[in-house]
Nanobody
Framework: VQLQASGGGLVQAGGSLRLSCHASGRTFSNYGMGWFRQAPGEEREFVAGVTWRGDSTYYADSVKGRFTISRDNAKNTVYLQMNNLKLEDTAVYYC????????????????WGRGTLVTVSS
């Protein structure tokens, strides 16, 4: 499956952004989808995930209550709505897909998109 993330940009602290990740090449509804991020000098970390049916979601503690992951299987797209952004949310954000699973560890994902940069300024 090919993944294309978009929607990153520059936003002030407290602002919002919505990231999108469009999938192609395979049956999107068979894949658990995750969002990860990687700040400069840091490891890539799990941010949020949604099961292939869209019936369960999971979040890192650092984004709970601020970020919302959702998917539209008809559009082969997963979204990450990010509200009340903080300086520490600055990172390159990646979407990832795994067949009929929803791992939270980056090494367990088979498919990755190219990242989209989110920069939060003060």
């Amino acid at each position: 499956v090919q993944l294309q993330a978009s929607g990153g940009g520059l936003v002030q602290a407290g602002g919002s952004l919505r990231l999108s990740c469009h999938a192609s090449g395979r049956t999107f509804s068979n894949y658990g989808m995750g969002w990860f991020r990687q700040a400069p000098g840091e490891e890539r970390e799990f941010v949020a995930g949604v099961t292939w049916r869209g019936d369960s979601t999971y979040y890192a503690d650092s984004v709970k209550g601020r970020f919302t992951i959702s998917r539209d299987n008809a559009k082969n797209t997963v979204y990450l709505q990010m509200n009340n952004l903080k300086l520490e949310d600055t990172a390159v954000y990646y979407c990832a897909a795994e067949l009929r699973r929803l791992p939270t560890l980056k090494d367990e994902y088979t498919y990755w998109g190219r990242g989209t940069l989110v920069t939060v300024s003060s």
